[in-house]
Nanobody, 121 residues
C-alpha cells in the first residue's frame, strides 16, 4: 500500500505561480511512475503531467511550457511547478502512482485527497 499526501495549493492571481508537492509513504519501493491529475467542477479528471522513475516527463498540451513536474526519489516526493497560471487551471489537483506500458502512463488506484488550486482573474 502507498499513501499520498498533496500540499501547496491555494489562491493565486492569473499569471502567478504555485508549487505543489506530493509525499508518498508506505510501499514506496514499488513506485515507478508518478503523476498529477486535476478535476475542475463539472468536468472529468484529466491528466496533467507524469514522470518516470528515471525522470522522463510528459505533459498535457494545455500546460506545456508552463508547468514542470519533477521528483526526488530519495524523498519519495513529486512536485509540480506551475507558472503563468490561468483561471482555467482552477481545479483540485491529485497526485497519483502509475506504471508504464509501451511508453504510455497508466494510473494505478492510488490517489491523494487532493489540493485546491484557484486562479483568479
Amino acid at each position: 500500500q502507498v499513501q499520498l499526501v498533496e500540499s501547496g495549493g491555494g489562491l493565486v492571481q492569473a499569471g502567478g505561480s504555485l508549487r505543489l508537492s506530493c509525499a508518498a509513504s508506505g510501499s514506496t519501493f514499488s513506485i515507478i511512475g508518478m503523476g498529477w491529475y486535476r478535476q475542475a467542477p463539472g468536468k472529468q479528471r484529466e491528466l496533467v503531467a507524469t514522470i518516470s522513475r528515471i525522470g522522463i516527463t510528459d505533459y498535457a498540451d494545455s500546460v506545456k511550457a508552463r508547468f514542470t513536474i519533477s521528483r526526488d526519489n530519495a524523498k519519495n516526493t513529486v512536485y509540480l511547478q506551475m507558472n503563468s497560471l490561468k483561471p482555467e487551471d482552477t481545479a483540485v489537483y491529485y497526485c497519483n502512482i502509475g506504471y508504464y506500458k509501451a511508453y504510455a502512463y497508466y494510473a494505478m488506484d492510488y490517489w491523494g485527497k487532493g489540493t485546491q488550486v484557484t486562479v483568479s482573474t
